[in-house]
């Protein structure tokens, strides 16, 4: 176990960064100095670490007019839409949006995957339009 002061000291000296940057020395750290090149993480804190983003992404889904509208499994696919890609980039999908203002989810569901976003996640991509498509949640296939 570390001294209180041997925490003080090196909470000092390092300096806390939120975000990762790279050192004098270009190793990718955060927080106190942590190198994230050699961190690892167990899965408890990875599930922890996605669960509080999942929260995020579902607060900043709720602020959409529509999102009320949507049963349990269309919100499932905002929510892991925009964890995914950030808000600003979700937004990008105006189209979407569009459409599921209007209720319009055979079309959310086409704009979905006519996006450059699809091509690059896939068989994510096919699963999730159909859940939208069908409002219910979508089979787990290879």
């Known amino acids: 176990m570390s001294s209180p002061e041997l925490l003080e000291s090196v ?14 020395v270009g190793v990718w750290t955060i927080g106190y100095g ?3 090149q050699e961190l690892e993480v167990d899965s408890g804190t990875a599930t922890l ?4 983003k999942l929260k995020e992404s579902a607060t900043l889904a709720g602020g959409f007019p529509w ?11 905002i929510v892991e839409m925009i964890y ?3 808000l600003p980039r979700f937004g990008g999908f105006k189209n979407m949006l569009r459409a599921l203002a209007e209720k319009n989810f055979d ?16 068989k994510r991509a096919d699963r999730l339009a159909q ?3 069908s409002g219910e949640y979508a089979a787990w296939g290879e």
Do not use: P
Request: charged share 25%; glycine share 8%; no cysteine.
């Open 67 to 77: 999102w009320n509208d949507l049963n349990g499994a269309r919100k499932d696919v």
């Open 49 to 52: 670490w996605l669960l509080q």
């Open 84 to 86: 995914n890609m950030g």
């Open 34 to 36: 942590t190198n994230l």
């Open 131 to 133: 859940q939208m498509l």
């Open 107 to 122: 079309k959310a569901a086409a704009e979905m995957l006519d996006s450059k976003w699809a091509a690059q996640v896939g």
């Open 11 to 24: 909470k000092r000296h390092e300096g806390y960064r939120s975000r990762a940057y790279q050192d004098s």
